[in-house]
């Protein structure tokens, strides 16, 4: 059984730092896709970054670019969110999600990922 577990959301101010943590067993890392998406209130789920298992390539969204990192460690099966100079926008909920997705376009998608984690709540205070 797939299992995602999402933890180190919480409550920062502007310009402040978090790092998620997304704790996966059930599959093997290598062939899989595995992503952050966050949804606010009111607005669509949107795709903020993705590391691809086989080649660990990653990709951002424009808004995210430079101020957050995404990585894993193997060892503890472990994806993680780095997300520095943090702001009001970026206030979600964040979900971790797994799937066997291969190419940019498709990477973006939420319907593309089989898998889901229940989320952590990130709030920026401005």
């Known amino acids: 059984e797939v299992q995602l577990v999402e933890s180190g959301g919480g409550l920062v101010q502007t310009g402040g730092s978090l790092r998620l943590s997304c704790a996966a067993s059930?599959?093997?890392?290598?062939?899989?896709?595995v992503a952050w998406f966050r949804q606010a209130p009111g607005k669509e789920r949107e795709g903020v970054s993705c590391?691809?298992?086989?080649?660990?390539?990653?990709y951002y969204v424009d808004s995210v670019k430079g101020r957050f990192t995404i990585s894993r460690d193997n060892a503890k099966i472990t994806v993680y969110l780095q997300m520095n100079n943090l702001k009001p926008e970026d206030s979600a909920t964040y979900y971790c999600?797994?799937?066997?997705?291969?190419?940019?376009?498709?990477?973006?998608?939420?319907?593309?990922?089989?898998?889901w984690g229940q989320g952590t709540q990130v709030t920026v205070s401005s």
């Open positions: 590391i691809i298992g086989s080649d660990d390539s990653t």
């Open positions: 059930g599959f093997n890392f290598d062939d899989y896709a």
């Open positions: 999600v797994a799937g066997r997705v291969a190419g940019y376009f498709s990477i973006w998608s939420p319907y593309n990922y089989n898998y």
